[in-house]
């Protein structure tokens, strides 16, 4: 069922696509066998890896605009709020581009020459410049009316009409012999905005307004007009060849962007623009009622498509929350398909099996396109399953296991989220919410043969008796039996040389929470048969001992807590025999002890035991050897004695991104070491991203850094902007690297 399978771990599961694009000539690597600080030289990137149409060079020149764009954002008379054309607008010019600044050619950079005053004054009304000289604003004066459909409107201080919400830079440079960047064509992109409101005197209602299309696009050119005059007397501009787009937006509530509709080319030497070229994109919801109507020329069949996909979802999973399809057409024909579901997953058999049946599902779409799936879950991207025109869908789980269908959700769904807001428990790490389950399932894998059997949720353990079981002994719920797995209230425990006594206030809770999960066949009816199942214990050795005024972070033994555990599983065994189901089949507990609340790394499973099929007592404990670490600025000890490369390859890549990026403002890596052997290393970068070139650059040296380091473990690089993930990077073991891209 599965196809190519990677290991990647990113909050659960995450990857970004990318557009295909050109390759430049051969670049040379950047050099890593010095291993030291980077001192920003101009080095030109490969975007083989980026797929991002063009390549960058380093360092990265800012623009003085740089984050000006998203200061008009909310700004009502600009009406440039729908998040689609923050990025739409620059990739679709850069798009453009290609036609006459040829990737093999050109490397792209941020705009140098439109400083910050003069694109303000360029998007204001013409006449309200102090000066003359300064009176450059390309939108109307105020005074003017126009007529839009049976509404005159005038524009006025507190309505002004705004044809320009915004203009763009793009430069297209190349390098000479001695490194030195040469300017050899501008792109600008023009902005318009054809909504507007007015509010009748009389009752004070809102009436929205929608320019024809022919009419703002008719406005852009005769701003385009004006426009190139000042950009000639720009120092650097006076004869290099430029190429206006025109970019109608969408408005702030709709769910796709605008798009580029025109573009003209400006001879070098020229001042004059001759004539207009149409560009032929469209961008399709297919959610719309309207879409059927829309895609009557362009693609009737995708609509089709894209419900039996949905329809599909909604049979096998119930508890869906929604299903979103974009369909982006280039000269009339579909170029790429983006669907975004956001649903609620609280199982790890629910996520494996979830993307599974999509990749699967997306198979049934035509081949001659790109199609993107993003899934979310409470907020956060858990995937995005990718399969470009022509090849195989590429799905990014470390899933071990295959499912069956149809997935049967667990009858303690949701349970162990109740337990979290509980603080004595421990349970509040988020990277143990998910390594948990994790672990478990891959230590099964030593057990269970994942080409033998089926991974299912755990389907034999009751809410009811997951609860009891997580109580102390001796303080049962009311009529309910008194199977508690935590120590009785009263007893005093040793805990770092202190001891404590177990109270209602200050509870020893040993046991945080238990999961299930079960490993299954399927027969020739096509039932499934339970074959195997796996249970994990949480262990909390963490505890806080409050005093009047005073409180002290105490920390169990690892032997200890690992002694406690073992004891719990004793006792555990007994409740599990005499569950219906469960009678004889083999059972494998694991032990996990839970990191605190505030670690930036995951607990572990420490130890595994199998109780053979048909017995009840527990056969010799085998030691899990897993650890995680944290790495940041200096030298961690531990990971150095086990493996001493990884600090220096970590510390020159943060060096080097640091060095050409200043923006950058946070890089964190975790390692995670498997029988004392690096098996992955996860990386994130925190930074505010403002410019397609900055993205593109960062995303390509970061491509070309990694693929030289070790190739014996996995490497994943999380790249985030104002806290959203824009990217992964990912080099696999003894693999090449994939550089995908999310929402640009």
Same mark, same amino acid.
């Given at each position: ?7 990647l771990i ?7 696509s990318f ?12 050099d ?18 980026v ?9 990265v ?10 200061s008009?954002?909310?700004n ?9 054309d923050?990025e ?13 600044f ?25 006449g ?6 300064l009176?450059?604003?390309?939108n ?7 007529q839009?459909g ?17 203009l763009i ?8 012999e001695?490194?030195?960047r040469?300017?050899?064509g ?11 409101s ?16 022919r ?9 385009a ?19 206006i787009?025109? %970019? ?10 605008g ?7 400006v ?19 297919l959610?719309?009622?309207?879409a059927?109507t829309?895609l ?6 995708i609509?089709n ?16 929350c929604?299903?979103?399809g974009r ?15 956001n649903?609620?997953? %609280?199982g790890?058999a629910e996520?494996i ?9 997306m198979?049934e ?29 590429m799905?990014?789980?470390?899933g ?37 389950e994790y ?16 991974f ?40 770092q ?11 020893i809770?040993?046991?945080?929470y ?5 490993y ?27 005093d ?25 065994i ?12 083999p059972i ?24 053979g099929?048909?017995s009840?007592e527990?056969?010799?404990w ?8 944290l ?14 490369d ?8 943060r ?9 950058i ?36 040296i ?10 014996n ?6 790249i ?7 990217g992964?990077?990912?080099r696999?073991?003894?693999e ?9």
């Open positions: 069922m599965m196809k190519r399978i990677y290991s990113i909050a659960w599961i995450l990857s970004l557009l295909t694009g050109c390759v430049v000539p051969p670049i040379p690597d950047i890593v066998s010095g291993l030291e600080s980077n001192v920003p030289t101009t080095t030109p990137l490969s975007n083989e890896l797929n991002g149409y063009y390549s960058t060079v380093l360092p020149v800012s623009s003085s605009t740089r984050g000006l764009m998203y008009f954002i909310g009502n008379t600009s009406r440039l709020g729908n998040r689609f923050i739409e607008l620059e990739s679709s010019l850069a798009r453009a581009s290609t036609s006459v040829d990737p093999n050619d050109y490397y792209l950079q941020e705009g140098q020459y439109l400083d910050l005053d003069l694109i303000r004054n360029l998007l204001s009304q013409e309200s410049g102090e000066s003359e000289e009176d450059m604003g390309l109307p004066p105020l005074g003017t009316t126009i839009i049976n509404t005159t409107l005038e524009s006025t201080e507190n309505n002004p009409i705004n044809y320009l919400a915004y830079e793009q430069n297209f440079i190349t390098l000479d001695e490194g030195e040469i300017l050899e501008v792109s600008i992109g023009l902005a318009l905005n054809p909504y507007y007015v509010i009748d005197e009389n009752t004070g209602i809102t009436q929205d307004l929608v320019m024809d299309e009419a703002i696009i008719t406005e852009g050119e005769a701003s007009d004006r426009l190139i005059e000042t950009l000639r007397i720009q120092e650097g501009l006076e004869s290099v060849p430029i190429m787009g025109l %970019y109608v937006l969408e408005s702030d509530s709709a769910s796709v962007p798009r580029l509709v025109s573009k003209t080319w001879e070098q030497d020229s001042n004059r623009i001759d004539s207009w070229e149409s560009v032929n994109e469209q961008h399709v919801l959610n719309n009622r309207s059927a829309e009557s020329e362009l693609d009737a069949d609509l498509s894209f419900n039996e996909f949905r329809n599909t979802l909604e049979e096998f999973y119930p508890n869906y929604g299903v979103i369909a982006h057409f280039v000269d009339n024909s579909l170029y790429s398909l983006d669907i975004s579901i649903t609620q997953f %609280y790890l996520k099996s979830f993307h599974q049946v999509v990749a699967e599902l198979d779409f035509s081949p001659d396109y790109n199609i993107t799936v993003t899934v979310s879950s409470s907020g956060e991207d858990y995937g995005v399953i990718q399969r470009l025109a022509n090849e195989e869908v799905v990014q789980i470390e071990y296991y295959s499912t069956a269908l149809p997935v049967v959700s667990s009858p303690t769904r949701g349970l162990m989220y109740s337990y979290i807001a509980n603080s004595r428990l421990n349970l509040g790490n988020q990277f143990d919410i998910e390594e948990f672990s478990l399932m891959r230590a099964s894998t030593r057990i269970f043969d994942p080409n033998e059997f089926y299912q949720e755990g389907q034999y353990l009751e809410r009811e008796l997951v609860q009891h079981l997580l109580r102390r002994e001796g303080s049962p719920a009311p009529n309910a039996p008194d199977i508690g797995l935590n120590p009785p209230l009263g007893t005093t425990h040793q805990i040389n202190t001891e404590i006594e177990s109270t209602e206030d200050n509870p809770t040993y046991l945080a238990l999961t299930e999960q079960n299954v066949t399927v027969d020739e009816e096509g039932e499934q048969v339970l074959e195997g199942v796996s249970i994990g214990l949480a262990l909390n050795p963490h505890y806080e001992l409050t009047v005024g005073y409180s002290q972070n105490l920390v169990m033994d690892e032997q200890a807590i690992i002694a406690e555990g073992e004891a719990i599983a004793e006792r555990l007994e409740n599990l025999r005499s569950q219906e189901g469960l009678e004889s089949v494998m507990i694991g032990l996990y002890i839970l990191e605190s609340n505030h670690a930036y790394v995951p607990g572990r499973l420490v130890s595994q035991t199998l109780v099929q048909g009840d527990i056969g010799n085998e030691s899990v050897v897993e650890q995680h670490f790495l940041s600025e200096g030298i961690n000890p531990q990971i150095s004695e086990l493996d001493p990884i600090m220096d390859e970590f510390n020159y890549f060096n080097t991104l640091e060095n050409y990026f200043p923006h403002y946070g890089i964190i890596g975790r390692a995670h070491m498997v029988n004392s052997n690096l098996y992955d290393l996860h990386i994130t970068i925190d930074t505010e991203f403002y410019g397609l070139a900055e993205k593109m650059s960062v995303h390509q970061v491509g070309e850094i990694i693929t030289e380091f070790s190739s473990y996995n490497v994943t690089v999380e985030r902007s104002s806290g959203e993930i824009i992964i990077i990912e696999p073991a003894n090449d690297a994939v550089v995908r891209r999310i929402g640009w």
